[in-house]
């Protein structure tokens, strides 16, 4: 049933780890090894492909579902979309580092397609992945531009920058976001 992805079972032994680059949301880049050389991707059409490549071999990107048809029926629906389920994984992953989290479950409703490339301004970074034995992880990410994640400010060592009593009032606690969105927008120079 399976035709385009190597079965998780059989796959490489050894993991294949990658980079993915994003501005705005869109992939601008992968960089891999071959063997023992670095390369990067830049072309659209080049980088799907190497992420489709990377996923066939590990075994990435298989979906076996079963959906409502239109008529109340049921059926089981197998897919594979090996390049896909990774470039999207390494994209959501992004979006949780840099994104707010009203913004993503405006996203996440597929609000307005203006909203959502609206949302994308800010995803902006790369996203260190490994594809094996079927599965795709993520092993790191960052962002040089977009700086909503410190983590002193989420540490449970140091509280810099968040006073425990807010959170006895439900506005204090929902300010601290928007505060820390002011203050990129600042550091930027952009208006809110």
Same mark, same amino acid.
């Given at each position: ?20 680059? #994003?501005?705005?949301?869109?992939? &601008? ?11 990067? $991707?830049?072309?659209?059409? /080049? &980088?799907?492909? @190497? ?6 071999? +590990?075994?990435?990107?298989? $979906? ?16 594979? @979309? ?8 390494? +994209?959501? /992953? ?5 994104? /707010? ?9 597929? #609000? ?9 301004? +800010? ?14 992880? $993520? &092993? ?9 994640? !410190?983590? @002193?400010?989420?540490?449970? !060592? ?8 807010? @959170? ?13 969105? =002011?203050?990129?927008? =600042? ?6």
């Amino acid at each position: 049933m399976w035709k385009l992805t190597q079965n998780p079972e059989s796959a490489p032994n050894t993991p294949e780890d990658f980079t993915v680059a #994003f501005e705005k949301g869109i992939p &601008l880049k992968l960089s891999y090894k071959e063997g023992s050389k670095e390369k990067t $991707v830049s072309d659209p059409l /080049d &980088l799907f492909l @190497t992420a489709n490549s990377i996923a066939r071999r +590990h075994g990435v990107g298989r $979906v076996d579902i079963v959906e409502n048809r239109f008529i109340g029926l049921k059926s089981r629906g197998c897919y594979e @979309t090996p390049g896909l389920t990774m470039l999207r994984s390494a +994209h959501l /992953d992004l979006e949780g580092l840099v994104l /707010d989290r009203e913004v993503r479950a405006l996203r996440d409703q597929e #609000f307005l397609e203006e909203s959502i490339k609206a949302s994308q301004k +800010h995803v902006n970074g790369q996203v260190r992945c490994r594809a094996y034995k079927g599965q795709m992880m $993520v &092993l790191r990410r960052s962002s040089e531009t977009e700086k909503l994640y !410190d983590a @002193t400010e989420s540490s449970m !060592d140091e509280i810099t920058g968040f006073e425990p009593s807010e @959170t006895s009032g439900f506005i204090g606690v929902q300010a601290i976001r928007l505060k820390k969105y =002011g203050a990129m927008k =600042g550091e930027k120079g952009e208006r809110l």
